[in-house]
């Protein structure tokens, strides 16, 4: 079949396998470019639990093909049909695999729900068989509903500020209109059930399982990606449902630094164009403001980027950069003052009609396309191409 983007709203429901692969192997060379540090203090063993799309991936990647680790992943996504793509995640971790695999690196995945006991289990038992223990734990989970394991509830998130409704500018992605938007607060139960969901009590119950069965080693660390920002993303980000969540991963983290099981941290990282930012109102204007302003100044960087910079710079250095909270921050480019200080000048002057003249949005959407395979240089999309592709997941 010939594979174009279905867009519905802010999600695209179909993806191209050859663009995805092409997507991954991209970041692959990227990585294989840099130079990253060898010998004691490595990731040898890592554990991916979200591993196939955004941070989650390009923390595979760089793991793999940066340091030469084992990796093990973990997903939940839909595999193909006869007359349906799968989802991206799906076509991006079999390229993974496929390229690991090339290069004589473990590499195995288990697709399933990662909040779930069987998954969590599947997963020691693989370890105890294949790995022996993991020196990396990567919790990179975004999703908008759990299964409480314990008593089958189901859980989903919000995105709402708390308090008082917020209202701001906002961009349609699909008509290009700049116009406004307005949040009703959430109310209580609405804030419990978003950091049930989002919160850190799944990373705490998975390093948990994981000591209880022994495959952690003595010198584990494990970290949860988290987002900040500033001044105009906060009441959406902050105070607010999300932010709450977001909260209840800097808890787990001190919690889990109490037990000594692991050395925790919470990480925080840039923006960047992900399925679930571009859920989040506010976030696409800002984001193409961002593009804008980052790209002129040469310190634009996307996912891989930001993980190399992480794993050099925080994780496996003697020095990480650390803030109050102790969390690892490769954010600072975004924050920097100047910058801020360039992208709330421009933000009340961005309309419909100067919206291509203040901002980038059209790198905007390439980048959101690029995450379902589409807009990859060198990939013929007017091609015939066969949704299936054979995965050896577990």
Request: charged share 20%; glycine share 6%; proline share 4%.
């Amino acid at each position: 079949m010939i594979i174009q983007p279905k867009i519905r709203g802010f999600i695209c429901i179909n993806a191209h396998p050859v663009g995805c692969a092409a997507h991954v192997n991209e970041q692959i060379a990227a990585t294989k470019e840099q130079a990253f540090p060898t010998g004691q203090g490595q990731p040898k063993n890592v554990l991916v639990i979200g591993a196939s799309t955004g941070y989650g991936l390009a923390s595979r990647i760089t793991a793999a093909f940066g340091y030469q680790a084992s990796t093990l992943g973990i997903f939940f996504e839909k595999p193909p049909t006869d007359r349906k793509t799968a989802s991206a995640g799906y076509y991006n971790s079999a390229a993974f695999e496929h390229a690991a695999h090339a290069d004589g690196l473990y590499a195995k995945s288990i697709n399933g729900d990662a909040f779930s006991n069987e998954i969590k289990q599947q997963a020691i038992d693989l370890i105890k068989a294949d790995l022996g223990k993991i020196d990396l734990v990567v919790y990179s989970l975004a999703s908008p509903r759990r299964t409480d394991p314990n008593d089958g509830a189901v859980y989903s998130s919000t995105l709402k500020p708390i308090g008082q409704a917020y209202t701001s500018k906002n961009l349609n992605t699909d008509t290009q209109v700049v116009g406004e938007i307005s949040v009703e607060p959430a109310n209580d139960e609405e804030i419990a059930n978003t950091v049930k969901v989002m919160g850190g009590e799944d990373w705490e119950m998975w390093i948990d399982a994981l000591s209880s069965a022994g495959v952690l080693s003595e010198d584990c660390k494990s970290v949860a990606y988290t987002y900040i920002g500033d001044k105009l993303t906060k009441p959406i980000y902050g105070h607010a449902t999300i932010g709450k969540a977001k909260e209840d991963l800097d808890r787990a983290s001190s919690a889990l630094n109490a037990t000594n099981k692991v050395a925790a941290n919470v990480s925080v990282l840039k923006a960047v164009v992900t399925q679930s930012s571009s859920a989040i109102p506010v976030m696409p204007l800002y984001l193409a403001i961002l593009f804008k302003e980052m790209q002129a100044a040469g310190t634009h960087e996307g996912c891989i980027g930001q993980l190399h910079r992480l794993y050099k710079e925080c994780i496996y250095n003697d020095a990480p950069r650390l803030d109050d909270e102790n969390r690892f921050r490769v954010d600072e480019l975004e924050l920097l003052p100047e910058m801020q200080a360039k992208i709330e000048a421009i933000w009340p002057q961005v309309t419909t009609e100067n919206l291509h003249e203040l901002s980038d949005f059209a790198e905007y959407q390439r980048e959101f396309l690029r995450l379902f395979g589409f807009r990859i240089d060198g990939v013929d999309y007017e091609v015939e191409v066969d949704p299936i592709v054979e995965a050896n997941f577990l």
